[in-house]
């Protein structure tokens, strides 16, 4: 589960042991998170390199 405290929003991955499926991603395949301040979208991107994640361009420029 991933949230932010104080927040009124999660993101919660979930499985079904019951209902097996096989992943396949696309090139459009996007979470996307609007951010409305520059200084708080700086860090949080910031806080994603460290975690290790590597930014790349979208499939669509949209």
Known sequence: ML???GLNWHLELT???SHPISPQHT???L???Y???KSDWID???QVRISGFT???S???Y
């Open 3 to 5: 949230g932010k405290e």
């Open 15 to 17: 499985q079904c042991s």
């Open 27 to 29: 090139v459009d395949d």
């Open 31 to 33: 979470l996307v998170f």
């Open 35 to 37: 951010i409305p301040s």
């Open 44 to 46: 949080s991107c910031e």
């Open 55 to 57: 930014q790349v361009s």
């Open 59 to 61: 499939f669509n420029p």
